[in-house]
Nanobody, 122 residues
Framework: QVQMEESGGGLVQPGGSLTLSCRGP????????MGWYRQAPGKQRELVAV???????FYAESVEGRFTISRDNSKNTVYLQMNDLKPEDTAVYYC????????????????WGPGSQVTVSA
């Protein structure tokens, strides 16, 4: 099964920065949004950021102003620049290449990769 390829995670101190990247085959990236989810231990997977094909972006309130999402359609790649990281940002980060919104609800249909671990700790 074709998977996404996330990279860029690691261990960083509070206040530090990391950049995640994710590339997938063209078939995994639809005409909708490309974005990032995360899942912390014992918690449900949550949407972090989405970059729509038309240019609109969405951020979860918890990362607004600290994270920046961008996409390169020619490379089927989506990035997540994470600044001022906090311990509560610790999670496995997953990307998805087919995300859309209906009203206030977000849905995803693309394939998932193994994720990239981000650990924020002193």
């Amino acid at each position: 099964q074709v998977q996404m390829e996330e990279s860029g995670g690691g261990l960083v101190q509070p206040g530090g920065s990391l950049t995640l990247s994710c590339r997938g085959p063209e078939s995994t990236f639809g005409m909708n949004g490309m974005g990032w989810y995360r899942q912390a231990p014992g918690k449900q997977r949550e949407l972090v950021a989405v970059a729509m094909r038309g240019g609109d972006v969405f951020y979860a309130e918890s990362v607004e102003g600290r994270f920046t999402i961008s996409r390169d359609n020619s490379k089927n790649t989506v990035y997540l620049q994470m600044n001022d990281l906090k311990p509560e940002d610790t999670a496995v980060y997953y990307c998805n290449g087919d995300i859309w919104r209906v009203g206030t609800n977000w849905f995803s249909a693309g394939s998932w990769g193994p994720g990239s671990q981000v650990t924020v700790s002193a």
